[in-house]
């Protein structure tokens, strides 16, 4: 039978263990973490954004154009499954204030994965200039989806948290587009 200091100590143990996991998430060299930092130091949310990169990066280097790819990749992804889940709160809603602010959202979100399918296209194309012009025109759009649930009548914002991960993974998808194009000036 085991002893109840081990039974105590066991979770503990466990505990410090994922802890460490936050505190040390770089499992990147030292150059593409420096990388990482930079730009994760210039969005809202440090935290979000190293998580991001480090959890979707291929190996353990990377340079500027493997992390563009991981944000582009990252806002698309987010982007359609946010827009995904609008509909389906908007199928869902009776209340004409909700399915109002839910109506923006949908558009807005619409747009945002249009633009980021425009990126990514531009992306593999090599086409970088055109990827930031693309990825550019997202901030606005997302913005609506967040300004609408400040407008009277105001609805409980269903989708508070995700247009946060949005609006930062936009803002990493700019920064790095940025880099990109002005190493290649």
């Known amino acids: 039978m085991a002893s109840p200091i081990y039974n105590f100590h066991f979770p503990l143990a466990l505990l410090a263990m994922a802890a ?13 973490q420096q990388l990482i930092d930079k730009i994760c130091r210039s969005v809202e ?5 190293s998580n991001t990169f480090n959890q979707n ?4 280097s990377a340079n500027i154009t493997a992390l563009t790819q991981i944000t582009v990749e990252q806002a698309l992804n987010n982007a359609t499954n946010t827009h995904s889940f609008i509909v389906g709160l908007l199928c869902n809603t009776t209340d004409p204030a909700e399915k109002n602010a839910l109506t923006t959202c949908e558009n807005a ?14 992306f ?12 550019r025109r997202s901030p606005r759009a997302q913005e609506s989806c967040i300004t609408i649930f400040s407008t009277p009548p105001t609805p409980p914002n269903p989708v508070a948290d995700r247009n946060r991960q949005m609006r930062i993974l936009i803002a990493m998808a700019v920064v790095t587009g940025m880099e990109l194009t002005s190493k290649l000036s």
Request: glycine share 8%.
């Open 45 to 49: 949310e440090y935290a979000f954004c």
């Open 109 to 122: 979100y619409r747009l945002v994965t249009s633009n980021f399918n425009e990126a990514t296209m531009h």
């Open 124 to 135: 593999f194309e090599g086409d970088y200039g055109s990827m930031l012009d693309s990825e």
């Open 57 to 60: 990066i291929k190996g353990s």
């Open 20 to 32: 460490t996991a936050f505190i040390h998430p770089a499992l990147s060299d030292g150059s593409t």
